[in-house]
């Protein structure tokens, strides 16, 4: 009777020794999931917010620079040679725009870059804004204000871009946090199960003492 007593009790051991060894697998497999995720975290805001972020500010600075070449055309002796120049910022921009546009973006994002990219493309041509500015005439008003509100347009874009960064990066930053609470409850789970095996060994070890005191008795 004692026997099949002790049998039963070894059983039910077993099969809580198994139970926690399936669960400590368990985790494991969960907390490389939640390294390989914060890790994914960690490359989606360099790489597609903060990268983005500098191609943002290039840009910005960029056709700040534009506009001030087409404020101040007056003062330049040589204004072919400030078409030029302008041109040369446009082409950079639409270089910055092409890897932007290589970046992981979002539905909003996609809208917003394809926009900007349309206006700088159709919109801020300089070579169809050639008569800015004449020695004859001075400058031309009408075309330096037509000029400055699509440059207006495009800033408004590349405002709502940033946000869509400071806001992505938010949730990264949220998601990253979740993943670290997880890991600690599963680490908090870890402690404990070592702790319940700590303790089933310490009374297998006692039981089978007693046992065999009971037998040598």
């Given amino acids: ?22 669960m400590i697998f368990g985790k494991n497999i969960l907390e490389r999931r939640n390294f390989n995720e914060l890790g994914n975290s960690f490359v989606t805001f360099y790489e597609d917010r903060l990268v983005v972020e500098s191609y943002i500010f290039s840009i910005s600075e960029k056709l700040f620079r534009i506009k001030l070449l087409v404020n101040h055309c007056q003062f330049e002796s040589d204004y072919s040679h400030v078409v030029e120049e302008i041109s040369t910022y446009e082409t950079d921009i639409l270089n910055l725009v092409k890897e932007f546009e290589d970046t992981k973006l979002t539905i909003a994002e996609a809208g917003f870059l394809t926009d900007f990219k349309k206006i700088i493309q159709e919109n801020l041509r300089i070579a169809d804004y050639q008569s800015l500015y004449s020695a004859e005439t001075g400058i031309n008003g009408d075309k330096v204000k037509e000029y400055n509100s699509y440059i207006e347009k495009a800033i408004l874009d590349l405002e709502r871009l940033s946000l869509i960064q400071i806001e992505e990066g938010k949730k990264l930053a949220t998601n990253a946090e979740k993943v670290v609470n997880r890991s600690k409850i599963w680490a908090q789970f870890e402690v404990a199960a070592l702790v319940i095996l700590i303790v089933i060994i310490y009374l297998l070890i006692y039981t089978s003492r007693s046992i065999k005191s009971n037998f040598v008795e």
């Fill in 1 to 22: 009777m004692s026997r099949t007593i002790t049998q039963k009790r070894k059983l039910k051991v077993a099969i809580i020794l198994t139970v926690l060894i399936i």
